[in-house]
């Protein structure tokens, strides 16, 4: 038996996995997208990033940055490596990309405020 704290929502449900006769059951989530977070967490676990880039431009330093969509829970490190490596030169606007594709993974690291455009 496995335990999974579910982080799809703030309710944080305990689930159970067990198995029995090669089928796989779900107990404790409230809901079917703690069932479906179960099953990713057992195939193919998953993340998002949120994080910071750094600019070149001395009224604001950084700006905040998220991938666009989940990215495997072991290319971690790695895409914040290179978002790490990222100095910023112009000005984007919130959901354009500032790295795209990022290591080939089809998603994008993309700007969550317009901060650089509006000052
Ligand atoms: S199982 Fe549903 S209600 Fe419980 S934490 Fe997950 S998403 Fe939230």
Redesign the pocket.
């Known amino acids: 038996m496995r335990e999974l704290v ?1 982080i ?2 703030p ?3 305990t689930m159970h996995i067990d198995e029995k006769d090669g089928e796989t059951i779900i107990t404790g ?3 079917k ?2 069932e479906k ?1 179960a099953i990713s967490e057992m195939t193919e676990p998953k993340r998002t990033i949120c994080s910071t880039v750094r600019t070149s431009f001395d009224e604001m330093p950084v700006l905040p940055v998220r991938v666009s969509d989940e990215i495997p829970k072991d290319r971690i490190f790695d895409v914040m490596a290179e978002i790490n490596k990222v100095c910023l030169k112009e000005r984007v606007r919130r959901g354009e990309p500032v790295i795209k594709n990022v290591l080939g993974l089809g998603v994008d690291v993309i700007a969550t405020s317009d901060i650089l455009k509006d000052i």
Request: hydrophobic residues 15%.
């Open positions: 579910c799809v929502c309710k944080g449900c989530n409230t809901c997208r703690g977070f």
